[in-house]
């Protein structure tokens, strides 16, 4: 018999965090802003391992901007705890928006899922704008089927 994966999507990007002083609030558990910031982290650095950077952007006049945010917290992350924070690229209509999932383990138990709606943008407007074929050529390729209920 298989073991069940704990993660929410197959094959996940992964970064390994620990729970240290600097991010426990006034309840003696991780603050959520701090789950917040991971999440950046997180999108960051699997952006950058598919091939996009900040730099990568800022040659392209164009980002991914959060449109809207959703944080599900489910259990506390306490000092000392080791996490791992998954994230998975679920959507993309290939012109203006993607989305970008989250989900955040103490072993096999599920602390927080998140959602990004992301939004494709000019960099120097602010305004959406369509999303160059480099964006495209390597977000695509990396998102995952997610099943709709």
Wanted: with cysteine.
């Amino acid at each position: 018999m298989s073991a069940v994966s704990p993660f929410d999507y197959p094959t996940p990007f992964t970064q390994t965090l620990v729970v240290g002083e600097a991010h426990i609030d006034g309840l003696n558990h991780a603050n959520n802003a701090v789950y917040v910031q991971w999440c950046e982290a997180v999108a960051w650095a699997h952006s950058q391992a598919l091939g996009l950077s900040l730099e990568d952007y800022g040659r392209l006049n164009r980002a991914m901007a959060i449109a809207r945010a959703e944080y599900d917290y489910i259990r506390p992350a306490l000092l000392g705890d080791s996490l791992t924070l998954c994230t998975w690229l679920t959507h993309s209509d290939g012109r203006l928006s993607m989305t970008r999932r989250f989900q955040l383990l103490r072993g096999d138990t599920t602390l927080m899922r998140g959602l990004w709606q992301l939004a494709c943008i000019d960099m120097q407007s602010g305004r959406p704008a369509r999303m160059p074929a480099e964006f495209r050529a390597v977000y695509e390729p990396a998102i995952v089927e997610v099943a709709h209920v």
